[in-house]
């Protein structure tokens, strides 16, 4: 038996990495690459859910007071009436329905380079109103007697402010199919179907229904 060489020193293997740490290593991107990817993917989500599911809207006057006050923030659902019909009563975001206003066609990419564009300040967001529903399509809608009337039923309507103040006389209006009246519930501070008709139903940006600023306020509509 040929006795071992003392000075030929035994080869000990090194322990070998875990393969998941050797590819977590492999993966991991620096720092200055990985921060505005992710800053990138912030700003898609952000316009993904502003463009298809909700919309913050800020209120710029007293027209719907006192159900909603001047800088009152509320959330849109844009989805409310993909499962549902519009309701009388419901407060909804609507685009500018004035004479000279023309709401552009878009499909669902173009609409969301827009919203992208108005996030980062490229592109002044598009004007829009905020009222309460009136009349649904068929109705008959009139102003007598200080009320309003739908179908010759006075309207019940305890948001209004001021409700001992009489409204001025209108009508009667037939909202045409596929439109909608809709009033402000301060009614003396208020542009809507009054003066500018029925707005059309494919206008409608969505359904209002929760007040999120400021915090004291904070609610549904």
Do not use: C
Request: glycine share 6%.
């Amino acid at each position: 038996m040929i006795p071992p060489d003392l000075n030929e020193t035994a080869s000990v293997p090194e322990p070998a990495e875990p393969s998941g740490s050797a590819e977590k290593s492999k993966k991991q991107l620096p720092l200055w690459l990985e921060f505005p990817l992710l800053i990138a993917a912030a700003l898609l989500i952000a316009v993904l859910i502003k463009t298809f599911l909700f919309q913050a809207f800020w209120i710029p006057s007293s027209s719907m007071e006192n159900t909603l006050l001047i800088y009152d923030r509320v959330l849109v659902s844009k989805l409310s009436y993909e499962f549902s019909d519009i309701s009388q009563l419901d407060v909804i975001v609507f685009d500018d329905p004035r004479a000279g206003f023309e709401q552009p066609e878009e499909d669902a990419l173009e609409r969301a380079l827009r919203n992208l564009k108005e996030s980062i300040g490229l592109a002044t967001p598009q004007s829009e109103f905020i009222k309460r529903v009136i009349g649904l399509p068929g109705d008959v809608v009139e102003g007598r007697d200080g009320s309003v009337f739908v179908n010759d039923v006075r309207l019940v309507e305890p948001y209004l402010k001021q409700p001992e103040r009489p409204i001025r006389p209108f009508g009667p209006v037939t909202v045409p199919a596929g439109s909608l009246f809709v009033m402000g519930d301060n009614r003396r501070a208020s542009q809507d179907s009054r003066f500018f008709g029925p707005i059309p139903v494919d206008d409608v940006v969505g359904k209002a229904f929760v007040i999120i600023w400021p915090v004291g306020r904070a609610g549904g509509i």
